[in-house]
């Protein structure tokens, strides 16, 4: 795909635990094509993220039934990307004013975002939790693969929000996301599915 107007010439922007990126609106691989990728890890040997916006059709009281009672609506498991489908993933936003201490089971990603271990309980968690999704599957990269991906204008990077994992609205987030960021990139977020109704 060729670089985007909206980011050519542009330095590009570091990917951090808590970035999203935003898929370009002509990036045409249908694993990701409209979708915001909330990262969880970047580092030189790879990177490591999860779609936040394609709910799944399995319901996690089918999957993992401890889980249920503290998922997030609309309580499914999400399909967090193509690789290990058959492995789950689970990120936790915290309350407001509450912290990980005296809790097992969690690794920060990016407060108040918590990547959390399903083989924990789940009880000493739930009073703290602002919200919970799990994903089946995951979004990786090997090294300098999602800076080459980014180069080429595929991804757009910017700051995620807790509200990012936690919303309902999962249609529109790839909309929501890029008109936040304010112009250019919100221009973007109107662009159609098939340019031919441009």
Known sequence: MREHR????????????GSLLVAAPALG????ARTVIYMIEHRPHGSLGVVLNRPGRSAVRDVLPRWAGVTSDPGSMFVGG?????????????????????LTGLMPV?????????????GPLAPRLRGLRIFA????????????EIARGDWFVVPGLPDDLLTTSHDRLWERVLRRQGIPLALLATFPVDPAHN
């Open 6 to 17: 909206a980011t050519r010439g542009a330095a590009l922007p570091p990917v951090t635990p």
């Open 82 to 102: 193509p690789v290990e489908a058959q492995t789950a993933l689970c990120l936790a936003a915290l309350r407001t004013g509450q912290s990980a201490r005296g």
């Open 137 to 148: 599957g995951y979004s990786g990269w090997d090294r300098g693969q999602l800076h080459g």
């Open 110 to 122: 990016r407060p108040p975002v918590q990547l959390v271990d399903l083989d924990s309980d789940p």
């Open 29 to 32: 691989d249908p694993n990701f």
